[in-house]
């Protein structure tokens, strides 16, 4: 399959293109980190007049998948109508555009389009009740991708793994600060489902193959505390657990609004793709052995 990827130099971007290359043809939109990237890229601004048509008439893709996003929850509150354009408007455009030429698509949303006020876990089924712009503009997103193009798929995730800045996801900072001897807290009562980046990649082509449509929760098996998770980054690289430390999010001075209850059900996709999803533990045990074989240089190598 040919597969074009937007947003390849985020979290999800970089990592899907490297477990998409392995068996298919990646072409990567990007607006100007990658520079020697092992697979094509298009330089191109999304939101520039006639960029998404650009994009699709000169790549021709079989599948395109939408990872670029403002995903900055801080930075949506701070520039709503930038997180409007990124988040609902360009995602509707591609999903029309990916219809009328016959290109599958698939969209990439957030758990947190729940305000995290029910007990136990979030289906498919609840009704969303998002917290800020971000999660506004995410939920907006969903609708209007499915409203264009009843084929699409959109799902709703949470990962961790290796980022180009090395920054981008909570277990590269627990790991960062835990390794320069810094302590760390985490929330314990925020409860969220962690998948690795790179299962996330994997499940996403699967679902594109077996031309699953409509709304999934992609995300990790088990629930967790943020908390709980910075201690289990601890253990899985040796660190310090004592340097992790426990703390409400009720005392913390972010800008934008949090949920305390991001457990999803991933039982519609699982039963659908006919397989349990991976469980955290392998995931964990994949994210260190990438840092072992010097993953994240390798992927920090196709910048600047
Ligand atoms: N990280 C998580 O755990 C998480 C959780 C829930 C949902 N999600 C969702 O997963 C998706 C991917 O997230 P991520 O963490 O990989 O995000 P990310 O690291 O912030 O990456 C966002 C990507 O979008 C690109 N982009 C932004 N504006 C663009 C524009 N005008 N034209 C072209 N590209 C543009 C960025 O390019 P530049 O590098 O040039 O800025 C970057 O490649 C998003 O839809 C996000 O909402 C992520």
Redesign the pocket.
Known sequence: MKILI????????VNLAQEAMIENEVIG???G?LTSAPYNILK????NPGAVDSALDSARPNWLIN??????LDACENTPYLARL?NTELPAQLAKACKTRGILFAH?????VFDGQKEGFYTEEDIPIPLGVYSQT?LAGEQAVLAENQNAIVAR????GW?LSGK??LAEFFHHNLTHNKSMSGFTDVIFCPMLVNDTARTLLKMLKNELEGLYHLVGPQAMSKYQFGVEIARKFSLKESEVSPKSILSSNLTARRSHNLWLSVNKLSTDLGESLPEFSTGLNEFFTQYQQGYPQKIRGYQL
Do not use: Q
Request: glycine fraction near 8%; charged fraction near 20%.
């Open positions: 937007t947003g390849v130099s985020g979290l999800l971007g939109v990007d607006r980190k191109l601004d999304l939101l990872c670029a996003a403002l995903a900055d990124m990439i949303s957030t758990d947190a995410k995730v949470n990962f961790y980022s981008r996801s």
